[in-house]
């Protein structure tokens, strides 16, 4: 029999359902804090600025940007997980250095602690030299390196990163013995490489787009080649199988529910296939990655696998 305690119970589960409906759909219902575990002004800031308006747009929502520095990212990753785990605070993270980091030292954490959910992009290695350089192509500069050994002097990003990396991946394909000199950061890499103190760099795409005519990219580490330089090969196409760089994402405590996590690789993955925020990425020298959720564990293994046997020829770990 139908009575009014049924009617009650009725009208209240579909309350419960209609709320628990409107409350998946809802997410996100206030702003996003996306924290950079590095300070501000690099190409992760760059980058997650790049999102920002797009978040907005789609979602109604702010992607709030905080940073995090300390450790070459280590200090905010190895507090990710302390953090709260509703979706509201994501984290940007960094190829190789959320592998190589851990695989040096203790540094709070480990590759596996970190729940990356997309990764959006990656700044391609590139061999760069200034315009005036008497390497006109790669070949021109295995040349040098082999009549000259060790004579080749490269700069780079710091030791154990994407620059020294394929350097040292670089050298073993191509049979020479190149000189690896780091610097704190692609700015003062740039710097070293542009007054000379170097003979080339370990540089990336995205030095060729900020310098300009002032240096010649001689190979990109891309499966295609970059739109902004159209007459610069691929290292693919030259016999060498790198393509690769710094890579870029975001991750979450890993306590975050699954479907949030979800979620969350949806909408950035939305954002990546936007042609407006495509068109500015590669414009500023950036190369697109659309790595969601469902083929981010294919994405690590394979990653970590390349860095590590890297990392472990040059003696970089313990």
Known sequence: MFNLKTAKTLVIASAVSIAAATGAMAFPDKSVEYVIPFG???????SA????????DKFGQDLVVSYKPGGGGAVGWSQLNSMTADGYTIMGTNLPHIVIQPAQKDVGYTTDDIKTFYMFHYTPDAIVVTADSPYQTLADLIADAKANPGSLTMSGSGKATANHLAQIRFDKMAGIKSTYVPFKGTGASTTAMLGKQVKAQWGYTTVGAAQGDAVRLLAVAMEERHPLFPDVPTFKELGFEMVGGAYR??????????ETVKALSDMFGEIN????????????GFALLDVGIDGMDDFMKARKAEYIEAATEAGLLN
């Open 249 to 258: 994402g975001m991750a979450v405590p890993k306590d975050t529910p699954a």
């Open 40 to 46: 501000p002004g690099g190409e992760s800031d760059i």
């Open 273 to 284: 296939a936007d042609e407006a925020f495509r068109k500015q990425m590669l414009d500023g």
């Open 49 to 56: 600025r790049f999102q920002q308006p797009f978040f907005k």
